[in-house]
T-cell receptor
Framework: EAGVAQSPRYKIIEKRQSVAFWCNPISGHATLYWYQQILGQGPKLLIQFQNNGVVDDSQLPKDRFSAERLKGVDSTLKIQPAKLEDSAVYLC????????????????FGPGTRLLVL | KNEVEQSPQNLTAQEGEFITINCSYSVGISALHWLQQHPGGGIVSLFMLSSGKKKHGRLIATINIQEKHSSLHITASHPRDSAVYICAVPPGTGNQFYFGTGTSLTVIP
């Protein structure tokens, strides 16, 4: 079974530039997550999709970050314009949806995209 | 205060040593996850447990729901175990997680 795919693996940009990350979840996984992991910290959830709908984007800095999952499969995360503090690893994860919010499904993580903003 | 606290933050061990990483949480949970993150960023799920103990190879995870505490043990540690180990708990419903800051383990040959 293919895992979660992300691209690019690395990106270096200057501040105020724009950048986009792509994620392809495991086939059949309805739930998709984007996390930001700053060096030395645990991952922070940015946005959670259920199919093509947003479940939670409360920690997404909406003035500069946007994400979409138009067809309920692949997803893109965009930063426009980037700031120095956006330097981090951006992780995409996916999981099955049981339909029962009490039952926790294992999340499968992609390799991450390492962003450096200069 | 973080919802999930891990200790220690950094750990260096000699090959063969028994290692314990601790996780305490303050939210009600239905399950707790232990994750392993190697340099390069990829995260692998090691365990998902809601009670008692689970074992996989040299890794053992335990949880005490009443005390809101979990431990990850590594027996006969090996340099390839060097990684960041992260404890993650959901807040009770849904599939969101609260993550600990991780324990960086280095096993020296």
């Amino acid at each position: 079974e293919a895992g979660v795919a992300q691209s690019p693996r690395y990106k270096i940009i200057e501040k105020r530039q724009s950048v986009a990350f792509w994620c392809n979840p495991i086939s059949g996984h309805a739930t998709l997550y984007w996390y930001q992991q700053i060096l030395g910290q645990g991952p922070k959830l940015l946005i959670q999709f259920q199919n093509n709908g947003v479940v939670d984007d409360s920690q997404l800095p909406k003035d500069r970050f946007s994400a979409e999952r138009l067809k309920g499969v692949d997803s893109t995360l965009k930063i426009q314009p980037a700031k120095l503090e956006d330097s981090a690893v951006y992780l995409c994860a996916s999981s099955l949806w049981t339909g029962n919010p009490i039952i926790q499904e294992t999340q499968y993580f992609g390799p991450g995209t390492r962003l450096l903003v200069l | 205060k973080n919802e999930v606290e891990q200790s220690p933050q950094n750990l260096t061990a000699q090959e063969g040593e028994f290692i314990t990483i601790n996780c305490s949480y303050s939210v009600g949970i239905s399950a707790l996850h232990w994750l392993q993150q190697h340099p390069g960023g990829g995260i692998v799920s090691l365990f998902m447990l809601s009670s008692g103990k689970k074992k996989h190879g040299r890794l053992i995870a335990t949880i005490n729901i009443q005390e809101k505490h979990s431990s990850l043990h590594i027996t006969a540690s090996h340099p390839r175990d060097s990684a960041v180990y992260i404890c993650a708990v959901p807040p009770g419903t849904g599939n969101q997680f609260y993550f600990g800051t991780g324990t960086s383990l280095t096993v020296i040959p």
